[in-house]
């Protein structure tokens, strides 16, 4: 069963954490600040990190 899905990186279960609208807290605080957090107590895989990151991008084509 899966439960909790942060809807941007895709972090599921445990692993995801509190959400907040929908983002667990990695994404949350990475669209919120600008620049990419990766809260230690929350494991990711190398693809989640990447979605993460990917926040910078769809972010700065907002500015455009």
């Known amino acids: ?3 909790n899905t942060c809807k941007t ?3 599921n279960n445990g692993r995801a954490g ?3 609208n929908d983002e ?3 994404c ?3 669209r919120d600040t600008g620049n990419v957090v990766i809260h ?3 494991s990711r895989t190398i693809e ?3 979605r993460t990151i990917a926040i910078l991008e769809e972010i700065g084509t907002q500015d455009e």
């Open 18 to 20: 509190l959400l907040i």
């Open 40 to 42: 230690a107590n929350l």
């Open 1 to 3: 069963m899966i439960y």
């Open 28 to 30: 949350h605080d990475t």
């Open 9 to 11: 990186c895709g972090a």
């Open 24 to 26: 667990c807290l990695n």
């Open 48 to 50: 989640e990190i990447q």
